[in-house]
């Protein structure tokens, strides 16, 4: 038994990824039609998903470890008592179940556009499908709210914020301040506003903000300060960081799911789908239009008119003021931001999600997932499991460092502070100290699981040389600074 299923498994990695994403799931950005699955793959499905499935061994598990936030205006970081990430892990045939709180490792706040909420516990279960299918038939939109949780336990929301054009009032509507829009809060219009431009001024340094308390990303949550182009002061202000910091030379880390099932990548992955070509920043299939006026949509479809393009109302302020074009390059994502892939947690090829960004690193629509899902999408949070489960108690654990190279350590020579920068996602905690030049130990930091980033600061030490130590997974790392 064990034999046929290690010849099975080796004969599916090695099958052409590319003709398994044209044969069976179709072009990129077309109308898919599942035409063959292989009916051994089949037999063996809840073996493979139960033993190997990154669905169920994924996640960041945490029972011990609180949050922290900022408030506006006091750079002093306060407790909130939350446990951080996800607290359960269970599963079964069909499904992963996952407790979160919805509260990152990593600090939230503040939220500089006078937003009154904090990150609160959503005391969350979300039921994942081990086994994701294509969408066959039209494809499901994106909705409001959560429509993916980061492995962190994080909420992903799409492009919307809930503001919208009224062509009835020529003026915004939805969201505080502004009328209702037509037909509630929940009905697309004909414009409709993109929060990542729009609400920059209220994310956090990690790229998130909260909803009544429903802490929340709508793109790629990697620190604004650790963009190639900073768009974002607040990092300056407030010492945080996000979930992963990006590496333009190693395939980016799995850091979410959407509610078709699907995984969500970072920005940068193989440039050719079957695993080859090197490392490549995954592209947006969707550009800014070539417009004046918003008249009509991208498809030509005549609609309700919306602002004129201004100052104010910028070439990329809606939604709408995007049109897809399709591109005969591997690495241009397709309509719904993804597309069939190898990658290091599916050497056998899955349908994958990506969170984009441009060449500076700033975020690029549509950000994560959407505007359409490419599988079945459903709401996936529940009240409650209702079926027998079996416990996944592992985390996801790094073992040493992917790269010794990639570890910064920021500024040298230093003044003020000290930062210590791990490279790609961090699976496990790890042990940060700084000594003097006689071994002895002056300051100690952990980063967290969920976390990249460790600071010192150094106002109140001698000048001198120090070293910086970073241990865990077995391994240790130490670099040199030079306090000024």
């Given at each position: 038994?064990r034999?046929?299923?290690?010849?099975l498994l080796?004969?599916?990695?090695?099958?052409?990824v590319?003709?398994?994403s044209?044969?069976?799931w179709?072009?990129?950005?077309k109308g898919?039609?599942?035409?063959?699955v292989p009916?051994?793959?089949?037999a063996?499905?809840?073996?493979?998903?139960?033993?190997?499935?990154?669905?169920?061994?994924?996640w960041?598990q945490?029972n011990?470890?609180?949050?922290?936030?900022?408030m506006?205006?006091?750079?002093?970081?306060?407790e909130?008592?939350?446990l951080?990430?996800?607290?359960?892990?269970?599963?079964?045939?069909d499904f992963v179940?996952?407790?979160?709180?919805g509260?990152?490792?990593?600090?939230t706040?503040?939220f500089q556009?006078?937003?009154?909420?904090?990150?609160e516990?959503?005391?969350g279960?979300?039921?994942?499908p081990l086994?994701?299918?294509m969408n066959?038939?039209?494809?499901?939109?994106?909705?409001?709210?959560?429509?993916?949780?980061?492995i962190?336990?994080?909420?992903?929301?799409?492009?919307?914020d809930?503001?919208?054009?009224?062509?009835?009032t020529n003026?915004?509507?939805?969201g505080?301040?502004n009328?209702?829009?037509p037909?509630?809060p929940?009905?697309?219009?004909a414009w409709n506003?993109d929060?990542?431009?729009a609400?920059?001024?209220?994310?956090?340094?990690a790229?998130?903000h909260p909803a009544m308390?429903?802490?929340?990303h709508?793109q790629?949550?990697?620190?604004?300060k650790?963009d190639?182009?900073?768009?974002?002061?607040?990092?300056?202000?407030?010492?945080?960081?996000?979930?992963?910091?990006?590496?333009?030379?190693?395939?980016?880390?799995?850091?979410g799911?959407?509610y078709d099932g699907?995984?969500?990548?970072g920005?940068?992955?193989y440039?050719?789908a079957d695993?080859?070509?090197?490392?490549?920043?995954?592209?947006?299939?969707?550009?800014?239009?070539?417009?004046?006026?918003r008249?009509?949509?991208?498809d030509g479809?005549?609609?309700?008119?919306g602002?004129?393009?201004?100052?104010?109302?910028?070439?990329?302020?809606?939604?709408?003021?995007?049109?897809?074009?399709?591109?005969?390059n591997?690495d241009?994502l397709?309509?719904?931001?993804?597309?069939?892939?190898?990658?290091p947690?599916y050497?056998?090829?899955t349908y994958a999600?990506?969170?984009?960004?441009n060449?500076?690193?700033t975020?690029?629509?549509?950000?994560?997932?959407?505007?359409?899902?490419y599988?079945?999408?459903?709401?996936?949070?529940?009240?409650g499991?209702?079926?027998?489960?079996?416990?996944y108690?592992?985390?996801?654990a790094?073992?040493g460092?992917a790269?010794?190279?990639a570890?910064?350590?920021?500024?040298?020579p230093?003044?003020?502070?000290?930062a210590?920068?791990?490279p790609?996602?961090?699976?496990?905690?790890?042990n940060?100290?700084?000594r003097?030049?006689?071994?002895?130990?002056?300051k100690?930091?952990?980063?967290?699981t969920?976390?990249?980033?460790?600071?010192?600061?150094t106002?109140?030490?001698y000048?001198?040389?120090?070293?910086?130590?970073?241990?865990?997974?077995?391994k240790?790392?130490?670099?040199?600074?030079?306090?000024q």
């Amino acid at each position: 038994m064990r034999r046929l299923f290690t010849l099975l498994l080796l004969t599916f990695r090695c099958t052409s990824v590319r003709a398994l994403s044209k044969g069976i799931w179709g072009e990129k950005g077309k109308g898919r039609k599942a035409i063959l699955v292989p009916l051994l793959l089949l037999a063996f499905s809840p073996l493979l998903r139960a033993q190997l499935s990154p669905a169920i061994t994924s996640w960041l598990q945490n029972n011990t470890e609180t949050g922290t936030f900022y408030m506006a205006g006091n750079s002093t970081l306060l407790e909130n008592n939350v446990l951080v990430n996800c607290q359960k892990v269970e599963y079964t045939d069909d499904f992963v179940y996952v407790t979160a709180t919805g509260v990152p490792a990593y600090p939230t706040g503040p939220f500089q556009d006078r937003n009154p909420s904090q990150a609160e516990n959503q005391d969350g279960i979300y039921k994942i499908p081990l086994n994701p299918v294509m969408n066959t038939g039209t494809p499901d939109n994106t909705v409001g709210g959560n429509i993916g949780i980061f492995i962190n336990g994080v909420a992903l929301f799409d492009y919307r914020d809930g503001v919208a054009w009224n062509p009835q009032t020529n003026a915004l509507c939805g969201g505080p301040g502004n009328d209702r829009c037509p037909g509630g809060p929940q009905t697309t219009q004909a414009w409709n506003r993109d929060a990542v431009p729009a609400e920059k001024e209220g994310f956090d340094c990690a790229k998130g903000h909260p909803a009544m308390g429903n802490y929340h990303h709508h793109q790629n949550p990697s620190a604004f300060k650790l963009d190639l182009q900073v768009t974002s002061d607040v990092c300056n202000l407030y010492d945080a960081e996000g979930l992963y910091a990006i590496d333009s030379t190693t395939h980016a880390p799995l850091i979410g799911f959407a509610y078709d099932g699907f995984p969500i990548y970072g920005a940068y992955a193989y440039k050719n789908a079957d695993g080859t070509g090197g490392i490549t920043r995954m592209k947006s299939g969707y550009n800014l239009r070539d417009i004046t006026e918003r008249t009509t949509h991208a498809d030509g479809t005549d609609v309700a008119d919306g602002p004129a393009i201004s100052a104010q109302y910028f070439l990329g302020y809606f939604r709408e003021d995007y049109g897809y074009v399709a591109s005969p390059n591997e690495d241009v994502l397709d309509v719904h931001n993804g597309r069939f892939c190898v990658t290091p947690e599916y050497p056998g090829g899955t349908y994958a999600y990506f969170a984009t960004v441009n060449e500076d690193w700033t975020s690029a629509y549509p950000y994560a997932v959407g505007p359409t899902f490419y599988g079945e999408f459903e709401r996936r949070n529940v009240t409650g499991v209702t079926e027998p489960t079996t416990i996944y108690d592992g985390t996801t654990a790094v073992e040493g460092f992917a790269d010794d190279a990639a570890i910064t350590v920021f500024p040298n020579p230093t003044a003020d502070l000290i930062a210590v920068q791990l490279p790609g996602l961090v699976g496990q905690d790890f042990n940060v100290e700084l000594r003097d030049a006689s071994g002895r130990l002056v300051k100690q930091k952990i980063i967290r699981t969920g976390q990249t980033i460790a600071y010192f600061d150094t106002q109140t030490l001698y000048r001198g040389m120090y070293f910086v130590r970073i241990s865990g997974g077995g391994k240790e790392v130490t670099r040199k600074v030079v306090v000024q």
